[in-house]
């Protein structure tokens, strides 16, 4: 599959298969973390996989109410919890060098979108939760000081592949030269 029909085909699973994933499948996902751009080459990610049943299930509880992703927290084989570590990325001799500070979200969207694509291309499915208790899914999961928990990504074989959303026109984000406010 070309790169842009699999970014076109991709989707953000939330039910789930409940069927393992092999370890060379997940070190493949885990190499496409590995080779995804970063400021300056800071690779300021850390991956935690999450296995353990019990851990997963205090996960789920820190979600927000409704969360659509709540069922799927316990039913995939793994979890993903992207953490970054903090005045790393953007930073240099020390200091903050952009208008934006801190770089490491933007570097942890790229890592992120590698590890969506990854998975989808390997067959299975993925879904980026960030709505959740991060405080204390930062104690659960023992992140130490220095490093931010971003985001958990459940990670499976998809049991139920969702219709595409509806997408904007070209023409309603593409703008040349400058920014059009006009219709």
């Given at each position: 599959m070309n790169p842009l029909e699999m970014m076109k085909s991709r989707r953000s699973i939330r039910q789930f298969e409940e069927r393992e994933i092999a370890d060379e499948t997940l070190n493949q996902i885990?190499?496409?973390?590995?080779?995804?751009?970063?400021?300056?080459?800071?690779q300021c990610w850390e991956v935690i996989l999450v296995k353990n049943p019990g851990?997963?299930?205090k996960l789920q509880q820190l979600l927000t109410d409704n969360n659509p992703a709540a069922r799927a927290m316990?039913?995939?084989?793994?979890?993903?919890?992207?953490?970054?570590?903090?005045?790393?990325?953007?930073?240099y001799k020390g200091s903050a060098y952009t208008k934006f500070k801190d770089?490491?979200?933007y570097d942890l969207g790229i890592v992120t979108q590698n590890i969506s694509l990854a998975a989808h291309a390997l067959g299975l499915g993925s879904v980026v939760v960030g709505?959740?208790?991060?405080?204390?899914?930062?104690?659960?999961?023992?992140?130490?000081?220095g490093y931010e928990l971003v985001s958990l990504i459940p990670i499976g074989y998809p049991h139920k592949i969702p219709a595409p959303p509806?997408?904007?026109?070209?023409?309603?984000?593409t703008h040349l030269d400058r920014f059009r406010t006009d219709p």
């Open positions: 885990l190499e496409a973390a590995r080779w995804a751009p970063s400021w300056a080459n800071t851990l997963k299930l316990t039913r995939v084989p793994v979890i993903i919890a992207l953490c970054g570590k903090l005045e790393t990325s953007g930073f770089w490491f979200m709505a959740f208790d991060h405080d204390k899914a930062r104690g659960i999961l023992n992140i130490p000081d509806k997408r904007k026109e070209l023409a309603d984000f």
